[in-house]
């Protein structure tokens, strides 16, 4: 099995397919990044649909559809969120501060 | 069963590390994180390396598994406190995996290390060295294990749970979001099969919601429970975490966890395989 469902690393660059949408960014809080965080992608109802954790420097990445999302970051100083509209493909840059 | 039997706190975990006769075990499918800390006195099982087979896809078998055991110094007797990452995924696959080799003593850490994290609790990075075993393990308990000729057989008969996120069941993404989409075979799910995604069982921590939430959640997307069940996902482990909700908790009597799961239906010749949302308009 090659292909297990774990999270690939966080934060590597990455070759963007052509038809491939993908949202992706660091979760930060006032002191800098944070790494460690559970980054939980919902969909426009709010429907849980991934969940990866952050590098060291926080990077994430999600691999979605087109549509409106919500990024969720739970970890122990705090939660927070952020919206992305992903219109098309390609990379879809988002920040989410935690407090 | 009550739900004592199976699910273990963080908090009684932490009270227990020490306990002759528990032994707590991570597994993930990505070691680098017990490696990076774990809790303190654990084991870690690699999903993969340990528990597949190296060459067939299958598990490693009877004597595979009671060497494995045997090394890690996991005995007959012990309790065994399964916890890891991606919610508790893998841990939920090898309490099958365990059940399945019967043994009985096992149960699962409520939300797994993202709890224990989010806690705050203590992760160290010692190294755990039991003394080894010699465990014997028990035939494969298939009543727990579905093959892919029940699963086409039980189209219309059985309920078919899938565990995977709506865009996989519709057909519109071929593994979760957080992976690349690289995969050959056939998108879709199996004729008949209900969508309940393994994530509305799990509270945002990564605890299982109570017996009566889940009791609704799979009563409403048409779970009959008069009905034998087989849950499956892509590869199999995600569909182990709602095995652990039916069958442990709900305590429905006859539920399979399919292990082949979308990896092997979407990639069978001549099956029958069902796009969008499934529901009849």
Redesign the interface.
Known sequence: MSNGCGAPEQGVEVQVGANEVVLTGKVRSEGGPVGGAFVRLLDASGEFTAEVVSSAEGDFRFYAAPGTWTIRALHRSGNGQASVNAEGPGVHPVEVAVA | MSREDVLVSAAWSEENLNTPGVVFVEV???ISAYDGGHIPGAVKID??NEL?DPVR?DFVDREGFEKLLSAKGISNDDTVILYG???N??AAYAYWYFKLYGHDAVKLLDGGR?KW????RPLDKEPVVRETTAYTAQEQNLALRAFRDEVVDAIGQKNLVDVR???EFSG??L???????E?AQRAGHIPSAINV?W?KAAN??GTFKSNEELAEIYGEAGFDGSRKTIAYC??G??SSHTWFALHELLGHEDVKNYDGSW?EYGSLVGVPVELGSGKEA
């Open positions: 993930d499918e990505d999903w993969k597949q896809r990452g991606n919610n995924w893998f993202k994290e989010l806690d705050g996120s709506p865009d519109k993404l593994a979760p979001a957080h992976l690349p989409q995969q995604p994530s945002e921590d892509r590869i482990e995600r990896t």
